[in-house]
Structure formats: C-alpha cells, structure tokens
Nanobody, 122 residues
Framework: QVQLVESGGGLVQAGGSLRLSCAASGRTFSSYYMGWFRQAPGKEREFVSRISWSGGRTYYAESVKGRFTISRDTAKNTVYLQMNSLKPEDTAVYYC???????????????WGQGTQVTVSS
C-alpha cells in the first residue's frame, strides 16, 4: 500500500523559508514522478512542482519558479520542497502526490498524501 506522508508545514513571515518533506513508502518509486500541489481556501488545487524519481528532472509552475526547489533523496525515499522568499499568496495546504505520467494534472496522480498547512503572514 502506497503511503505519502508530508511534514514541515507551519507559520512563517513573508520573505521567510520552509522545507516540506514527503516520505514515500509501499512500493518502488523509480519509475514515478513525484509532485507537489497546493490548495488555498476557496481556490482550486494548483500544481507547484514535480521531479522524476530516477533522473531527478524537475519542473515548476511559473508562480514559484526561482523561489522553490524540489529535490529527492532516493536512499531515504523522501521528496523535499524548499520554499524561499515566501509570499502571503503561497498560503495553502501543500500535498505530495505520485504518478507514472509526466503531467501537471492532479487527476492523473493516483497517490496523495494528507497535506500539510503552510501559512505566510504579511
């Protein structure tokens, strides 16, 4: 059974940083793409970033490019999202997800974590 468990969320002032972690278990993820999504209150879920588990190729939404960095530690089966220069509009629940497809569409990710809250105060 696939499990994705996020951690690292919290309250931070604008301009600050947070690092989210996603611990993955339950299968071999070498052929998977790991994604981060977020959902703010009253808004639709939004793609943030993805990384290929095997080659480490990354892709970012324009809204976070240059501020967020996705990475993975294959030995620890963990994916990270380093978030710098945070803005109030980054406030959302952040979710980790996994898929075998190269996609930014949330519905194409069959595996999801429970989410972690990130709140950025102005």
């Amino acid at each position: 059974q696939v499990q994705l468990v996020e951690s690292g969320g919290g309250l931070v002032q604008a301009g600050g940083s947070l690092r989210l972690s996603c611990a993955a278990s339950g299968r071999t993820f070498s052929s998977y793409y790991m994604g981060w999504f977020r959902q703010a209150p009253g808004k639709e879920r939004e793609f943030v970033s993805r990384i290929s588990w095997s080659g480490g190729r990354t892709y970012y939404a324009e809204s976070v490019k240059g501020r967020f960095t996705i990475s993975r530690d294959t030995a620890k089966n963990t994916v990270y999202l380093q978030m710098n220069s945070l803005k109030p509009e980054d406030t959302a629940v952040y979710y980790c997800a996994a898929t075998k497809f190269i996609t930014t569409t949330g519905s194409s990710y069959p595996y999801w974590g429970q989410g972690t809250q990130v709140t950025v105060s102005s």
